[in-house]
């Protein structure tokens, strides 16, 4: 069964950092896309970041681009977000997840994954 556990969530003052980790168990990792997706409150859950299989295309929600970072490292079966420039909005939930199969596409959508962590907090004040 495919578990995923993220870390790495907190308090930061707006322009300061955070790095996200998530670790994943049950299944071959290299063999799978993944994303990290987000929660405010009232709010739906969206798309953040996505890596594929490899360690190859990556992919960004326009919100984050320029200021997130998604990496992966097989061998540790780690999925990373670094965060740097936070804003107050970036405030929420955030999210691992991964998809059932192996895909490459439609990896923006919260309807592509079908396994997901727990959640880690990241509340970033102005």
């Known amino acids: 069964q495919v578990q995923l556990v993220e870390s790495g969530g907190g308090l930061v003052q707006a322009g300061g950092s955070l790095r996200l980790s998530c670790a994943a168990s049950?299944?071959?990792?290299?063999?799978?896309?993944m994303g990290w997706f987000r929660q405010a409150p009232g709010k739906e859950r969206e798309f953040v970041a996505a890596?594929?299989?490899?360690?190859?295309?990556?992919y960004y929600a326009n919100y984050v681009q320029g200021r997130f970072t998604i990496s992966r490292d097989n061998a540790k079966n780690t999925l990373y977000l670094q965060m740097n420039s936070l804003k107050p909005e970036d405030t929420a939930v955030y999210y691992c997840?991964?998809?059932?199969?192996?895909?490459?596409?439609?990896?923006?959508?919260?309807?592509?994954?079908?396994?997901w962590g727990q959640g880690t907090q990241v509340t970033v004040s102005s």
């Open positions: 997840a991964a998809p059932p199969v192996w895909q490459t596409t439609m990896l923006h959508s919260v309807k592509t994954y079908a396994y």
């Open positions: 890596i594929t299989w490899i360690s190859g295309p990556t």
């Open positions: 049950g299944r071959t990792f290299s063999n799978y896309a």
